[in-house]
Nanobody, 115 residues
Framework: QVQLVESGGGLMQAGGSLRLSCAPL????????MGWYREAPGKQRELVAT???????NYADSVKGRFTISRDNAKNTVYLQMNSLKPEDTGIYYC?????????WGQGTQVTVSS
C-alpha cells in the first residue's frame, strides 16, 4: 500500500505561480511513474502531467509551457511547478503513483485561481 501526501495548494491570482509537492507517507522502493491529475468542478478527473523514474515527461496540452513536473527519485517526491496560472486551472489536484502495476492516489490539494 502506498499513501501519498500532497501539499502546496492554495489561492492565487491569475498570472501567479504555485508549487505542488507529493511524497509517500513512508519512503518506499519500486515506484515507477508519478504524476498529477486534476478535477475541476463538474468535470472528470484529467491528466495534468506525468514523469517516469527515468525522467520522461508528458503534459496535457492545456498546461504545456506553463507547468513543469519534476521528481526526486531518492525521496520518491514529485513536484509540479505551475506558472502563469489561469482561472481554468482551478480544481483539486491529485498526486498519482504507479508501483508494480498498481495505481495509488493522494487525497488531493485544492488550487483556486482567481481572475
Amino acid at each position: 500500500q502506498v499513501q501519498l501526501v500532497e501539499s502546496g495548494g492554495g489561492l492565487m491570482q491569475a498570472g501567479g505561480s504555485l508549487r505542488l509537492s507529493c511524497a509517500p507517507l513512508r519512503n518506499i522502493f519500486g515506484i515507477d511513474a508519478m504524476g498529477w491529475y486534476r478535477e475541476a468542478p463538474g468535470k472528470q478527473r484529467e491528466l495534468v502531467a506525468t514523469i517516469t523514474s527515468g525522467g520522461s515527461t508528458n503534459y496535457a496540452d492545456s498546461v504545456k509551457g506553463r507547468f513543469t513536473i519534476s521528481r526526486d527519485n531518492a525521496k520518491n517526491t514529485v513536484y509540479l511547478q505551475m506558472n502563469s496560472l489561469k482561472p481554468e486551472d482551478t480544481g483539486i489536484y491529485y498526486c498519482n503513483a504507479l508501483k508494480y502495476g498498481s495505481t495509488y492516489w493522494g487525497q488531493g490539494t485544492q488550487v483556486t485561481v482567481s481572475s
